[in-house]
T-cell receptor, first 114, second 114 residues
């Protein structure tokens, strides 16, 4: 079945370490997104990419970095510069870029930094 | 700037009751799309419905129905004869940019008790 795979499901890191969250999709979708979810809050956009080798900052990009070398993959690196990295991270994709396309989500990665 | 407000943080009902989840949005654009997503305890958001700004026709799908009113900037979601499996966090989202970025409300946690 087609879908979005995020790994790992749970991730623990020490403060000061960079960590990379994986996101792979086999839906042949053009656009991919990273959202952050904190308890009791909605999703906030970190980065998005509409095409391979191109990506744009979302609303809370500071302390994060991404790459889009392949259509299927959109990894997110949480750097040591991110002041409050503990959160639930969701990767999403949409068939085409544009406001009309619904998002398809992965199962998320719960990152805990101590 | 676009904004989505879900004023109900938590709702608790008993099975078979009807329940309405409220969503109010703000946008300056005349062309936009509204979405509802469901997030079960597993964490993955699931797309439920999409509405564009030019289509105010209400929709019913099984036990679900949606009421879109541009005059009040609202896009409410009703579950009829609720079931325990409906327990989840429900998000309303607005997409107005061609980049496909969505703004999410903070979500409403629905608990359906047997």
């Amino acid at each position: 079945d087609g879908g979005i795979t995020q790994s790992p499901k749970y991730l623990f890191r020490k403060e000061g370490q960079n960590v990379t969250l994986s996101c792979e999709q086999n839906l042949n979708h053009d656009a991919m997104y990273w959202y952050r979810q904190d308890p009791g809050q909605g999703l906030r956009l970190i980065y998005y990419s509409q095409i391979v080798n191109d990506f744009q900052k979302g609303d809370i990009a500071e302390g994060y970095s991404v790459s889009r070398e392949k259509k299927e993959s959109f990894p997110l690196t949480v750097t040591s510069a991110q002041k409050n990295p503990t959160a639930f991270y969701l990767c999403a994709s949409s068939k085409v870029k544009g406001r009309q396309s619904p998002l398809h989500f992965g199962n998320g990665t719960r990152l805990t930094v101590t | 700037a676009q904004k989505v407000t879900q004023a109900q943080t938590e709702i608790s009902v008993v099975e078979k009751e009807d329940v309405t989840l409220d969503c109010v949005y703000e946008t300056r654009d005349t062309t936009y799309y509204l979405f509802w997503y469901k997030q079960p305890p597993s964490g993955e958001l699931v797309f439920l419905i999409r509405r564009n700004s030019f289509d105010e026709q209400n929709e019913i799908s099984g036990r679900y129905s949606w009421n879109f009113q541009k005059s009040t900037s609202s896009f409410n979601f009703t579950i009829t004869a609720s079931q325990v499996v409906d327990s989840a966090v429900y998000f309303c989202a607005l997409s107005e940019s061609e980049a496909g970025k969505s703004t999410f409300g903070d979500g409403t946690t629905l608990t359906v008790k047997p």
